[in-house]
Nanobody, 125 residues
């Protein structure tokens, strides 16, 4: 399984970016997918989660600004990021599970088997 992110870049505060993650496996649509991010000097954190039914979960700091979605026809995971702030600066990673059920809370990294290479998002003030 290969995951390839695209869409990162630099933007001013208040701007928007959309990240995409293309998956190589046909069974992509049946798996739990997520976006994580890692800011310089910080630990990686979960940002958004989506399952095959379209249920979603967001970390508190991005609620109302970010939207996770999936295009099952194109085998693509998306993250629409609006009202970006410098605190959103990080390398963003998409991740895919192997048939893991919806986690009761949070964003357990151990639930995800496959990871993309990361896409850098830089937000300037």
């Amino acid at each position: 399984v290969q995951l390839v992110e695209s869409g990162g870049g630099s933007v001013q505060a208040g701007g928007s970016l959309r990240l995409s993650c293309a998956a190589s496996t046909y069974t992509y649509s049946y798996r739990l997918m997520a976006w994580f991010r890692q800011a310089p000097g910080k630990e990686r954190e979960g940002v958004a989660l989506i399952d095959s039914n379209g249920s979603t979960r967001y970390t508190e700091s991005v609620k109302g600004r970010f939207t996770i979605s999936r295009d099952k026809v194109k085998n693509t995971l998306l993250l629409q990021m609006n009202s970006l702030s410098p605190e959103d600066t990080a390398t963003y990673y998409c991740a895919q599970s192997e048939g893991v059920l919806w986690p009761p809370s949070g964003f357990p990294e151990g639930a995800f088997t496959y990871w993309g290479q990361g896409a850098l998002v830089t937000v300037s003030s």
